[in-house]
């Protein structure tokens, strides 16, 4: 199957940083990618849709000055967690889906952890 | 509630007995997808099934849908220890390709 890379998998930062974390489709291209967050024990909450070579789609209550999206190639999207706080201290996965259609799988990169102190 | 916010059900059995996990959906879908993660990991796809179809298999793994109640189960047959993780279903809606994740299953195989 296709293969999406994260990285770094694991990051801690002091409180007020900013944080990039990478997500690349190492075998496909990816016009779409999403990003979500899951808390300890929980779903995973969608929180925007990367589209390459425009803007990101936000889901409602999430701050897009906050977590910055940029897919500037057909392979790599990236998600910036700017001026850090505890609270933001939770699980980021990416994924997308070959072709960007339905009734395909997606694909998962391997989570990114990252503990704000 | 938002989607996501309820804590997963959770099971334990036996290696070698069936492990069963349901999930439920609110919204008309064009597929539903289970989906496998390991803790601290990402998530890995285990069984598609369309909107057309009623049941599906892969392997050791046994898919219902039923449409008309909004719902699917996942079946694990001869659990074995490896199968301990967290399961989700996630549904795939028309004129929409995000998926929208249900509240997960944790299943713990007792060696």
């Known amino acids: 199957g296709a293969v999406v890379s994260q990285h770094p998998s694991r990051v801690i930062c002091k409180s007020g940083t900013s944080v990039k974390i990478e997500c690349r489709s190492l075998?496909?291209?990816?016009?779409?990618m999403f990003w979500y967050r899951q808390f300890p024990k929980k779903s995973l909450m969608l929180m925007a849709t990367?589209?390459?070579?425009?803007?990101?789609?936000?889901e409602q209550g999430v701050e897009k000055d906050k977590f910055l999206i940029n897919h500037a190639s057909l392979t790599l999207s990236t998600l910036t967690v700017t001026s850090a706080h505890p609270e933001d201290s939770s699980f980021y996965i990416c994924?997308?889906?070959?072709?960007?259609?339905?009734?395909?799988?997606?694909?998962f990169g391997q989570g990114t952890r990252l503990t704000v102190v | 509630s938002q989607q996501g916010e309820e804590d997963p059900q959770a099971l334990s059995i036996q290696e070698g007995e069936n492990a069963t996990m349901n999930c439920s959906y609110k919204?008309?879908?064009?597929?539903l997808q289970w989906y496998r993660q390991n803790s601290g990991r990402g998530l890995v796809h285990l069984i598609l099934?369309?909107?057309?179809?009623r049941e599906k298999h892969s392997g050791r793994l046994r898919v219902t849908l039923d449409t008309s109640k909004k719902s699917s189960s996942l079946l694990i047959t001869a659990s074995r220890a490896a199968d301990t993780a967290s399961y989700f279903c996630?549904?795939?809606?028309?004129?929409?390709?995000?998926?929208?994740f249900g509240k997960g299953n944790q299943v713990v195989v007792i060696p």
């Open positions: 994924s997308a889906r070959v072709g960007g259609s339905v009734n395909t799988e997606a694909f």
């Open positions: 075998d496909f291209q990816a016009t779409t």
């Open positions: 990367s589209n390459e070579g425009s803007k990101a789609t936000y």
């Open positions: 919204t008309s879908i064009n597929n």
């Open positions: 099934i369309r909107s057309n179809e």
């Open positions: 996630a549904t795939d809606s028309y004129g929409n390709n995000r998926l929208a």
